[in-house]
Structure formats: structure tokens, C-alpha cells
């Protein structure tokens, strides 16, 4: 999440424009297991609202 809220601000790779990107969240095994929209992250502590978690097969 910290580094999704960094890119959308530009504190990371600054210029680019994150509306439809996501950063993905990998388990031990190289398995997505969920997703986090770069341009929907929050600046506050309430971060947990706009990760989405794909269910696991």
C-alpha cells in the first residue's frame, strides 16, 4: 500500500500517469493473491479501504 500511495503522489517514478494501474500483492510462491489501484490509495491511516484481495484457487 505505501508503495502504491508513493507512485500516485509521485514520489516514485514522478510523471506518470497510475488511473488504471495496480500494484499486485504476491504470496512466497509468485502467486497473486490481491491488488492494490494506484490512483484510489488514501493519505491517511484508512488504507485497508481500497485493497482488493482476489480470492485464492
Not at 14 to 25: D, N, Y
Not at 26 to 48: C, Y
Amino acid at each position: 500500500m505505501a508503495l502504491a500511495d508513493q507512485l500516485r503522489r509521485g514520489e516514485k517514478m514522478p510523471g506518470w500517469k497510475w488511473g488504471s494501474w495496480f500494484v499486485a500483492i504476491m504470496d512466497q510462491h509468485g502467486r497473486k493473491i490481491g491488488e492494490v489501484p494506484i490512483a484510489d490509495t488514501l493519505e491517511d491511516d484508512d488504507w485497508l479501504a481500497v485493497a482488493h484481495l482476489l480470492p485464492l484457487d
